[in-house]
């Protein structure tokens, strides 16, 4: 018999006394009196016919078209979510699987397979106090025929996902010039300066013999920096469809850093690479031109470009 992990009491109270909760979808909400202590066989059964999800951790983000793409939260979800929605919001998620771009295709894929039901064996070795009390409700839950439903459905959903995800990166056609998959053309193509049109991810240099390792290389630096947004995706508009304040800078001090550190092919000027790079990831910036001409004074530029600086990173061979 497996040795029980070292948990704390206040982990292990905490942790039951709150022993599973609902994942909202699409805004969905449930009465939270009805989770009562022995009943929670019911309130899944509630909210499956809800169309919610079911999480065992205390605390959760809730679950939209939108959340649920974002590669971030995609393996929160993966990791610790029961995918108990209905089929009408699985139709949603399947509509936006051409959207996605090709590397956060490939990591759903890589994500799914690691983990094709939630909370998937082994227990991660850095789990915290909370995690673990998780995994052993679940473990108590399979055994209980009560909760199959739960089991089956998170199951099903995740090989519709998964099978999903493999037919749009197979549909991700390959340029002559590299064999790693690129982007449908959702926008309309930036006219360079003396190429034709050229996808961003042509101009990315490999990284281990992967374009999409050089794209997550530099998105793990982005999120070092403190840029609080996904520079990858369309990052949500505010009042008057306008950039949040700080995008633009942080968006250009990040290719321009890169630029200069050699992650992008020389036979392209920066502008070339910035102009396909927003084509990329769905983003726009105003008067472009002008923006490219001072971007050097803008205030996040400035300060993001120095903390990339400070990153030390090694210009790529």
Known sequence: MARQPK??????????????????????????TQRKWGNYDKYVTQAIRAGNCITLLRESYPMTVQSFWNITHFEKFARSVFWTFNKSFLLKLLDRVGAQKPMVLLRCREVLLEYPVAYADPMPED??????????????????PKFRSMYSLDEQNRKDILGAVEKGI???SPSPSSPYPVPPAIHPPVEPESHGPISFLNMVRPMNGSTEETLRFIAEQVDKVGIRFDLFTPVELIYKNKNPYGLNGAMVASIRYFFERGFFNKEYSFAEVFKSYLVYSGNKV?????????????SHFQKYFDKFKDLKISKLQ
Not at 127 to 144: F, G, I, R
């Open 127 to 144: 789990a915290d106090d909370e995690l673990k009390v998780c995994y052993l409700k679940n473990s108590s839950l399979k055994k209980n």
């Open 170 to 172: 197979a549909a991700l």
């Open 286 to 298: 105003g008067k472009l031109p002008t923006f490219l001409e001072n971007y050097q004074e803008d």
């Open 7 to 32: 948990i704390s009491f206040s982990a292990k109270f905490l942790s039951l006394r709150h022993y599973l909760d609902d994942v909202s979808v699409d805004g969905q909400l449930m009465d939270p």
